[in-house]
């Protein structure tokens, strides 16, 4: 996401990660009971998982993101207005290069004189599924973040 | 600020209980309208706003997540 973060930065186009809570809290980062611990959690994002994009954080309670669906890897698209162009339940840098490369074909057609009306569209996209380093990742929380999620994983019959 | 809602938010425990509740994605707002603002804290505490964000380009890509 970093990546397509500096693609599109020259065209106009702004990235941004959204802190909201723990979704696997761990020994190493356990649940949030308060901003600045929210606030400590977002800097070890940028400086131990290299995330360049401006980060900002959501309150504590989540206000923001619990209006937009509270999902824990979501990824939305807005324009200057604030229109809603793009919404994902889950992040995937290949689905957002094309959605953007999409709306500067549109914001170029326009600039043409093409007459263009939106409508909506719904389809599947499809991200990378590797359960290994998923729980590499979890590993970075703690030991408590990967034997939860093995946990969920039985009660919800993936294991 | 409301405490019970602090502590539901932010839970303690992966368990499906206490997680799915959160999964709200089908009720999220709707493409094609403007979406609702909210204030947000750049790393050094700073208070802004989302609509300052996306009003600053011409599209606003906003990944939401955590450490974990």
Redesign the interface.
Known sequence: ?NA??EQ?AS????????????????ER?????S?EQK?R??????D??GVS???????????????????????????????????S?W?DARS?ERA?EY??EV?TRRRQGERLA?F?VERLDYRDHDRQAFFRG?E??GPK?VR??R??LR??GEE | MNQALLALYNYAEFVPDKVDRWLNFAASPPLGEVAPDFPLWDLDGRETRLSALWSQQRLLVVEFGSFT
Do not use: Q
């Not at chain 1, 980062?29 to 009971?33: A, F, G, I, Q, R």
């Not at chain 1, 669906?69 to 604030?82: A, H, L, Q």
């Open positions: 996401m397509i973060a599109f065209e106009g186009v702004g990235s941004i990660f959204l802190y909201t809570h723990e979704a696997h809290p761990g980062y356990p649940h949030l009971t901003m606030l959690h977002a800097r070890a994002l940028r131990e998982l994009r401006p980060i900002y954080v959501d309150s504590l309670d989540g206000a923001c993101h619990r209006a937009y669906g509270s999902n824990p890897n979501m990824s939305w698209i807005f324009d200057r207005r604030g229109v809603v162009h793009y919404k339940d992040t957002i953007v709306f500067l914001f939106p909506h979890l970075r929380s973040a939860e999620f946990e969920a009660i919800w």
